[in-house]
């Protein structure tokens, strides 16, 4: 009978050591508790982020000013007619060579009847008047990019003073260009912001005179070879921005 308690007093004991066991060991990592209904989320799921896009307080704001020009109505009116002009210009010098071309054949067929030294002048005129016409096509393609980089020089020289106010008016101290920053939330740039304003103000920019060799308000002139950010007096300040727009880089 002693001995029969005696075992049950060890068994009784040893449940209770594993017991405390049990109770001490931690969780396993892998097994958490988890609701029956609840879906299980994802392993490798990142925590989430702010909406980067969304607008934010900051004193430097961000500007592509390619998109800038590109995108306003004064980059796609000034987009059209420099389409429409290489386009008039191509077919032009489809159809002069298409002439210069039938002009050497007739020189060629002819150059059995005629002396060496008649055809000789004649051939030398012929690669004179090729060699003029060339160079005329030449200038009139290297026009077409003069007159993109004016009208940009145009469409800069309008935008800093609705840029400026835009500084101003966000509470920043400059517009740095997009294309030097290395990273940057979406939310501080404000092309588009930019776009509606210029759009809202100067339209297409038809009625604009052409660019003055410097801005009247005495500001630096934007210049197409050299970006630079376009920076503005405090918010507080109620003077004219002081700085230049960043100028895109030459289209093709």
Same mark, same amino acid.
């Given at each position: 009978m002693a001995a029969g308690r005696a075992a049950a007093l060890a068994l009784a004991l040893a449940l209770g050591a594993g017991m405390a066991l049990a109770q001490a060991a931690p969780a396993t990592p892998d097994a958490p508790a988890v609701a029956p209904d609840a879906p299980a989320a994802a392993p490798d799921a990142p925590a989430a982020a702010p909406d980067a896009a969304a607008p934010i307080t900051s004193p430097v704001l961000t500007l592509d000013p390619e998109r800038l020009f590109a995108g306003s109505l004064y980059g796609k009116r000034v987009a059209g007619e420099i389409e429409d002009r290489a386009r008039a210009l191509g077919a032009e010098n489809r159809k002069i060579e298409a002439d210069?071309?039938?002009? =050497?054949?007739?020189?060629? /067929? =002819?150059?059995? *009847?005629?002396?060496? @030294?008649? &055809?000789? *002048?004649?051939? /030398?005129? &012929? @690669?004179a008047k090729v060699e003029g016409i060339r160079a005329a096509q030449d200038a009139k393609n290297r026009d077409l990019d003069t007159l993109r980089e004016d009208e940009r020089q145009r469409f800069l020289e309008a935008a800093l003073p609705i840029l400026g106010q835009l500084v101003r008016d966000s509470g920043a101290v400059a517009i740095l260009n997009q294309q030097a920053i290395f990273l940057s939330f979406r939310g501080i740039d404000v092309t588009d912001r930019a776009i509606a304003r210029i759009d809202a103000a100067? $339209? @297409? $920019?038809?009625?604009?005179e052409p660019p003055a060799t410097a801005p009247a308000d005495g500001a630096a002139a934007p210049s197409p070879a050299a970006p630079a950010p376009a920076t503005a007096p405090a918010p507080a300040s109620g003077a004219a921005p002081s700085g230049t727009v960043p100028a895109a880089p030459a289209g093709n």
């Open positions: 210069l071309s039938a002009e =050497e054949r007739q020189l060629t /067929d =002819e150059r059995a *009847k005629m002396a060496p @030294d008649a &055809f000789r *002048k004649l051939a /030398d005129a &012929f @690669d100067i $339209g @297409d $920019g038809h009625q604009l």
